[in-house]
C-alpha cells in the first residue's frame, strides 16, 4: 500500500480503491471483441486496458489500493498490474458478478468507511474521476458511474446490502438502470457521475486507440 496527498487530506485508512481484473486467458477475456479481435489479440487488449487503468489508478494518493483477481494472481500481467498501485492482492469470490462485488466491498468497508470499485476496461477512469467518487460519498451511500452502454464502470459505497446486486442482469444494457431501482429500494442516497465509455465491444476500439495514444 502506498500514502500520498490529495486535496481532502482523508487519511489513508477511511479510504479503499478496489481494482476488479481477470486472468488473462485467451479466449476467455474480452470474448465479444470476437471474431474482429482473435482469441490472442483479445487476450492482449485485455492486458493493455489492465495495465492502463492501474496505472491510472496510482494517481490516486491517500488511499489503500487493492487488485482483486478472478483466476491465477500470480500471472505476471496481474503481478505488474499490483506493482504498479503498490496494490495488495486478493481473490474474487462468488457465483456471479453480483456476489463478487458484494464480497470484496463487504471486506474492504471492514477497514474502511469508504469504498470505490471499479473495473479495468474503462480508459477514462482516471485519478480525478476516483476522486470525484470518493468526494460524493460524503453524503450518498452509494455512488455509480455510469457506463454508455448501460452498465456503469465504477461503484462506491458506505455501507453494502445482498439486495443490491441480486437479480441484475450482468453484461446486459439493464444493469445501471436495475442498480438504481434497488438503490431506490433500499432508500439510499445515491450520486451519479460522469458516463464513461468501457471497452467491450468492436465498435469501443476506435475509444481504445485514442486514449492509448494519448
Not at 476467455?28 to 492486458?47: N, S, Y
Not at 479495468?120 to 468526494?135: I, K
Request: charged share 25%.
Amino acid at each position: 500500500m502506498v500514502e500520498g496527498v490529495d486535496s481532502t487530506m482523508a487519511p489513508a485508512q477511511e479510504r479503499r480503491l478496489l481494482q476488479f481484473a481477470r486472468e488473462p486467458v485467451p479466449g476467455e477475456v474480452k470474448t465479444r471483441m470476437q471474431p474482429v479481435l482473435d482469441a490472442a489479440a483479445a487476450c492482449e487488449l485485455h492486458i493493455a486496458l489492465l495495465t492502463h487503468t492501474a496505472r491510472q489508478l496510482a494517481g490516486v494518493r491517500r488511499c489503500g489500493r487493492e487488485l482483486w483477481v478472478a483466476g491465477d494472481p500470480a500471472h505476471p500481467a496481474l503481478r505488474h498490474a499490483a506493482a504498479l498501485g503498490r496494490a495488495g492482492v486478493r481473490r474474487q469470490r462468488g457465483a456471479d458478478l453480483g456476489e463478487r462485488m458484494r464480497h470484496a466491498l463487504e471486506t474492504a468497508l471492514a477497514g474502511a468507511p469508504r469504498v470505490v470499485l471499479v473495473g479495468s476496461d474503462c480508459p477514462g477512469l482516471d485519478a480525478a474521476y476516483v476522486e470525484d467518487a470518493f468526494a460524493a460519498l460524503a453524503t450518498a451511500d452509494v455512488v455509480l458511474g455510469p457506463a454508455l452502454d448501460g452498465g456503469y464502470v465504477l461503484i462506491g459505497v458506505r455501507r453494502v446490502d445482498a439486495r443490491l446486486f441480486q437479480g441484475v442482469s450482468w453484461g446486459t444494457d439493464a444493469v445501471l438502470a436495475q442498480t438504481l431501482a434497488r438503490v431506490d429500494a433500499l432508500g439510499w442516497r445515491v450520486a451519479l457521475l460522469a458516463p464513461r465509455r468501457d471497452i467491450d465491444r468492436p465498435e469501443d476500439l476506435p475509444a481504445w486507440e485514442q486514449a492509448s495514444a494519448s
